[in-house]
């Protein structure tokens, strides 16, 4: 490198972490030369900060879920996880927030719509980058069937042959 002056911009982000020496040479206008000088230094660049890694373990992909369900997964980073979001359907607002692991939801699909939904889980670092991953789900809360029995009543007596009759509904 060549420098004009008396400092000289270098980055030693450029360089591998450890010990490192530079050598210094001075010449003037007329190219005479001065001796050459040395510094030893050491270089501890911080490590690469990387997005978050995210896995959504529950529900998995296409599983049909129903009433209260919960939604799971884990998320590391090389350096720290700082929160994870959960949100239904790409929604800008997320449902949960969770600062520190276990990062679960209990999400009470009886208040969306059946049939299909995409469950989110987003994770952030400390420098906010993120990392998300998504499963669609059907919701199904079907409600169970209902029955009554319409030709006895309660305590009723009887004897011989009964005819037992009722309705059901699903």
């Known amino acids: ?3 004009y ?3 000289f911009g270098w980055n030693a982000g450029n360089m591998g972490d450890g ?3 530079v050598f210094v040479k001075a010449f ?3 190219q005479a030369e001065s001796n050459m000088v040395s510094v030893g230094f050491f270089v501890t660049n911080p490590p690469p900060d990387y997005p978050p ?3 959504l373990f529950s529900p998995y992909y296409s599983q049909t879920v129903a009433g209260l369900f919960t939604i799971s997964g884990t998320a590391s980073d090389n350096m720290s ?4 979001e959960f949100y239904i359907d790409s929604s800008t607002i997320p449902v949960r927030t969770v600062m520190t692991p276990p990062y679960t939801y209990a999400w ?3 208040l969306v719509t059946e049939g ?3 469950v989110i889980m987003r994770a952030y670092d400390n420098l906010d980058q993120s990392n998300s991953v998504s499963n669609l789900v059907t919701v199904h809360n079907d409600p169970a069937p209902t029955v009554r029995i319409t030709s006895l009543t309660q305590n009723q007596e009887v004897g011989g042959l009964l005819t037992i009759s009722g309705t059901a509904n699903d």
């Open 81 to 84: 996880v700082s929160k994870v």
């Open 28 to 30: 003037d206008l007329d």
């Open 5 to 7: 002056g008396p400092d």
């Open 108 to 110: 009470d699909t009886t």
């Open 1 to 3: 490198y060549t420098a």
């Open 53 to 55: 890694t995210v896995n």
């Open 116 to 118: 299909g939904h995409t």
């Open 19 to 21: 010990a490192h020496t």
